[in-house]
């Protein structure tokens, strides 16, 4: 559901008409969550998306239709218990263990369906400590019931103070607990500057360089610990989102490739997106149940104003008509088959990058290309 609220009170006064303890919601604000009410500064919108205690009771009218069909019985559709999450495009209220249960369950599908991890396969999962490389983490724990494989955490520190630090030391806590083995590289020590550096540079688009940079030390160090597969915390709405972006810039092959390379490498480690069928609101929620309540905020870098109005329409045509982004998400990947198949038949080769040796498609690597210019 979405609202406005110009201030604290006013967000108090609005959950109190609508019949939630303000003390008992997830907020998110400009697509940032918010464990507690006494976090939401002024002004903006802000998204209900989790409740501990009590559902919210609408009167007629007030709510969409289907808000209001799963508002007269606000139970856990499974158990009958006090429910904790919402799926409006089901139209279910789910108690914290059947949510897990149904996510989970949603994952396993998701990497059997594209043959993403098999048994006794060492994978690694790319762990920022931001909400969705949390939930990945916990959900691939959980998988390993099923279908046994190793698996570790790789952690990239970019060098964004304030934003990153606190990130990298949630997610050392979570290794330690779990007893998950954790290997943490930093941009200082594989290029030789942080990205904050590389900002203050003046360069335009200090995503760009970020990107290309920590995807190289993935891949890098993902084949020095001998992995499999690198598994990527990327949701539903950063696929949809992506797609989406292509067709607008015009770029089908990037489309195609989703910051994949088409052709396959032994020194290429892939990578998997087991959330990729999940809304990145029920992935913050999973993570909440797990005891995320981090709010890692926006990187100062982050996302162009384009992709920010993409994903702005895309909730609310989400809103409207739900299912939306997995329709995206599904034309999307027949079309990346289509074309991957086609290039299959020309037999594509990569070279090696002349002054670091990894795979690319030219004599020198995008990342060495980037670094060299600085
Ligand atoms: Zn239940
Ligand atoms: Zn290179």
Known sequence: MKTTASSEMEMIELLYSLGIPAEAVLVSRHGKLFPETAQISKSGEAEIIFY???????????????????????????????????????????????????????????????GMVKKGERAGVALSGGKDSYSLLHALISLREALPFELVAITVDEGIPGYRNRAIEVSKKRCRELGIEQHIYSFREEHGKTIEEIADQGKENPCSYCGVLRRKILNSKARELGLDKIAI?????????????????????????????????????????????????????????????????????????????????????????????????????????????????????????????????????MACKMLSDL
């Open 52 to 114: 501990k205690h009590k559902p919210p009771q609408f009167r007629p009218g007030e709510p969409p239709s289907h808000w209001k069909r799963a508002a007269y019985s606000p139970n856990c559709a499974y158990c009958k218990s006090a429910p904790a999450v919402y799926l409006p495009y089901a139209a279910q209220h789910l108690c914290p263990k059947h949510f897990r249960r149904l996510f989970e369950k949603r994952v396993k599908r998701t990497v059997r369906s594209y």
């Open 233 to 365: 915390g990327h949701n539903l709405d950063d696929v949809a989102q992506t797609a989406m972006l292509n067709l607008i810039r015009n770029e089908p092959l990037r489309f195609a490739r989703f910051n994949e390379p088409l052709i396959e490498n032994e020194k290429l480690i892939p990578r998997i997106r087991p959330l990729r069928d999940i809304r990145e609101k029920e992935v913050a929620a999973y993570a909440f149940l797990h005891g995320h309540n981090y709010d890692s905020g926006r990187c100062p870098h982050a996302a162009t104003a384009l992709r920010w109005s993409v994903r702005h329409e895309l909730n609310s045509l989400e809103d409207q008509y739900p299912g939306t982004k997995s329709r995206i998400a599904s034309s999307f990947n027949t079309l990346q088959g289509i074309v991957k198949d086609s290039l299959k038949e020309k037999r594509l080769e990569l070279n090696e990058c002349r002054i670091c040796g990894e795979p690319c498609s030219e004599e020198v690597c």
